[in-house]
């Protein structure tokens, strides 16, 4: 079935849409992750345009993650001082990403922008969960125990000025580094099309040293607020985000994440992190095949009516 997508000028099939909503909404139940670093390059894969795709995947996330941030608030596991002060950083990063995504998408390099920022953090972000998870497989088949992180309980990060106090956290640290992961999440999401939170969760536990239990709870709260702002600035300012193709994909992704997080259950740890690894890496090669591969038209020739 057919609908057609006003934004993105194209028509597509609904169910395919619906399906791509659905098999994130698996991975993100399944494996606990957004799911925005895969659904915008499926999106950018099946033909959405990449600035499209990018606006109207942020949309999508304010759903998702608000419905997650309201469970964590029940559980009083958000730590709201904290998470403003990464909102303040994040709607600083958020301006800044909106102003860059219109200036190369003027010049007509935004294309080659977003797949060169997807292409080097799935990769890396790929890399080590894979790393990691062979070697925590490796550690349980020979009967040894997986050791568990403990950093340690100081670095160069305690040592900044303009130290605040979260007591639900039980954290005094310095300003600085919480403006600036905030404002490197607004940057991406503005960017990218996505939450943020393969990057927040693990700069807020092996920098901050924030518990565990209050990490994915904040960083929620946070990433609710500046991707809304996100997204906003795209509709006015890039006139980006499609709505239709929002509704369809927030559809999927629901009905799917409900099955995810019953197969999640199944697996061990790090054969989750495994899994995701690997999905994380072929994406990243199809990105990068893209762009390194000769495409089959040289040349676009575009016409502009003067009005």
């Known amino acids: 079935m057919q609908i057609y997508l006003p934004v993105a000028e194209l028509a597509v099939n609904m169910f395919v849409i619906l399906g791509m909503g659905g098999a994130v909404g698996f991975l993100s139940g399944m494996f606990g992750v957004g799911g ?106 020979r009967g040894r125990p997986v050791p568990a992180r403990r950093p340690g309980q100081h670095t160069w990060i305690h040592g900044l000025p303009l130290k605040m106090r979260f007591k639900r956290s039980r954290l005094y640290v310095s300003a600085i580094p919480v403006l600036g992961i905030g404002a490197l999440v607004g940057l991406l999401a503005a960017i990218m099309g996505v939450g943020g939170g393969f990057i927040m969760v693990p700069a807020m536990i092996y920098l901050l040293r924030v518990p565990t239990n209050v990490v994915i709870g904040t960083s929620l709260f946070q990433i609710v607020f500046v991707t809304a702002f996100t997204t906003i600035l795209h509709a006015t300012t890039n006139y980006t985000v499609d709505v239709v193709l929002a509704m369809l994909l927030m559809v999927g992704g629901v009905i799917g994440a409900q099955f995810g997080a019953f197969a999640g259950q199944r697996l061990r740890g790090e054969q989750l992190r495994g899994l995701l690894a690997l999905l994380v890496l072929a994406v990243c090669a199809r990105l990068l095949f893209d762009l390194v591969s000769t495409p089959d038209e040289l040349y676009i020739v575009e016409t502009e009516i003067l009005r």
């Not at 608000?66 to 469970?71: C, Y």
């Not at 190369?104 to 972000?125: E, K, N, P, Q």
């Open 36 to 141: 925005g670093f895969l659904m915008t390059p499926l999106l950018i894969f099946y033909g959405i345009p990449p600035a499209v795709a990018v606006a109207t995947e942020a949309n999508q996330i304010v759903a998702s993650s608000a419905s997650g941030a309201l469970a964590h608030w029940r559980r009083r596991s958000v730590d709201v001082p904290l998470g403003l002060v990464l909102l303040t950083g994040g709607l600083v990063g958020s301006v800044c990403g909106v102003v860059i995504f219109r200036i190369m998408r003027d010049i007509g390099h935004l294309d080659v922008l977003i797949s060169l920022l997807y292409v080097t953090f799935l990769g890396a972000i790929g890399g080590l969960m894979l790393i990691e998870s062979l070697r925590a497989i490796q550690l349980r088949r």
